[in-house]
Every structure is written in structure tokens, then in C-alpha cells.
């Protein structure tokens, strides 16, 4: 039982790029998340899916976009990154009632220059 | 608008001391309170949580107490350890609903 896996650990990416965070749980879990963490800041929401085929937009949604691809995988897209997105990247899932503990995942460092 | 805040941002205690995280909220609403810790490089982790219907809840070594009247949350770890030593997190469930949102995290440090 691996919980919630990320990849990659590490990514830098010049302005302009794009790239995909992969995201998986094993857990059976419904709900789904996606977070980013900066120097002294709390976690923020990008999006979150409540269930599969169900995505909705957080506290940060903008430059970013979400496909439940199933149950299992969350993936978070950068379509044009930009300097202002480099971040700690987390992913969580949680049990399927609507508030619960989430399970999260070991992050994603991710530089943009 | 409405937020999750801390007092403070850094916190050293003696190993075998009660250490006392403190996080104040402004979103009445919000019913549904959890700590969390992280170590360095890893994700958060699930300590203790508590629902607005209750005013303390105690788990092992750790108490959460809830003080609806100021807005107030605060973490006990007793007979700290090193091993305690992280970043401490209170989040609130935002809207009632799968937003949670958290403070900027408080760092413990646990001097032997």
C-alpha cells in the first residue's frame, strides 16, 4: 500500500513550458486534491476532484488545469508555465465523505525561470 | 476577507516540555478543524481533529482544544521529543464543503 504517489520529485522548466504532474493513490479513496506550498504560506487549493469525473476549482485555479483521468490518478497541467508558479506541489486524497482526513502525497518541487 | 492564521511562526522547547501551538480563525462558519505536521521534505501529515460541536479532543500525547467564542485553536504536544520537531499546520474546512484551508504553519523546534 503505497498511499499517494507524485511524480516527478523534481522539475525545472523555462517560462513558456508546459508539463503534467502525475498523481495516484491506492487507497480507494473518491475525493482528490491538488495544493501548492510556498515560503511561509500554508497549503493552497488549486483544484479538487470530489469524485471521478468531477473536477472544481479552489482558492488558486488560475494557469493551471485538472483531469481525473480515474479513480486512482489527479493530474495537475501547466500549460505555459510561468516564474510565479514555482512551488512545493502536493497532492492529497481523502475518504469519500465530504470533510475528512487527507492522505498526502511526498510533493513536487518545481522551479520555473 | 476571512482566513487561518497563527500567532507565531517559530516555537523552541526544551525535550520532555508540553509545547502549546496556537491558530486563530475568522470564518465562523467553518465546522471542521484539522492539525497537521510536515517534516522537512515530506507532505503533511494527519495529527488530531476536531468538529465545532466539541471543545477538546485529546489523541496520544497530542490535545486539540477549540474555542469557538474568540476563534481560537490551539495544539498540545505533551513531553515533547525531537522527534516532534516539524512545521505545524492548522487547516479549516472553507465553505463547508472539500476546500480546506490552512494557516502559514507554525516550526516547532525541540532542543535536547
Known amino acids: 500500500n503505497a498511499g499517494v504517489t507524485q511524480t516527478p520529485k523534481f522539475q525545472v522548466l523555462k517560462t513558456g513550458q508546459s508539463m503534467t504532474l502525475q498523481c495516484a493513490q491506492d487507497m480507494n479513496h473518491n475525493s482528490m486534491y491538488w495544493y501548492r506550498q510556498d515560503p511561509g504560506m500554508g497549503l493552497r487549493l488549486i483544484y479538487y476532484?470530489?469524485?471521478?469525473?468531477?473536477?472544481d476549482k479552489g482558492e488558486v485555479p488560475n494557469g493551471y488545469n485538472v483531469s481525473r483521468l480515474n479513480k486512482r490518478e489527479f493530474s495537475l497541467r501547466l500549460e505555459s508555465a510561468a516564474p510565479s508558479q514555482t512551488s512545493v506541489y502536493f497532492c492529497a486524497s481523502s475518504e469519500p465523505s465530504y470533510i475528512d482526513t487527507q492522505y498526502f502525497g511526498p510533493g513536487t518541487r518545481l522551479t520555473v525561470l | 476577507g476571512e482566513s487561518v492564521g497563527l500567532h507565531l511562526p517559530t516555537l523552541s522547547v526544551q525535550e520532555g516540555d508540553n509545547s502549546i501551538i496556537n491558530c486563530a480563525y475568522s470564518n465562523s462558519a467553518s465546522d471542521y478543524f484539522i492539525w497537521y505536521k510536515q517534516e522537512s521534505g515530506k507532505g503533511p501529515q494527519f495529527i488530531i481533529d476536531i468538529r465545532s460541536n466539541m471543545d477538546k479532543r485529546q489523541g496520544q500525547r497530542v490535545t486539540v482544544l477549540l474555542n469557538k467564542t474568540v476563534k481560537h485553536l490551539s495544539l498540545q504536544i505533551a513531553a515533547t521529543q525531537p522527534g516532534d520537531s516539524a512545521v505545524y499546520f492548522c487547516a479549516e474546512n472553507y465553505n463547508n464543503n472539500n476546500d480546506m484551508r490552512f494557516g502559514a504553519g507554525t516550526r516547532l523546534t525541540v532542543k535536547p
Open positions: 476532484s470530489a469524485s471521478e469525473g468531477t473536477t
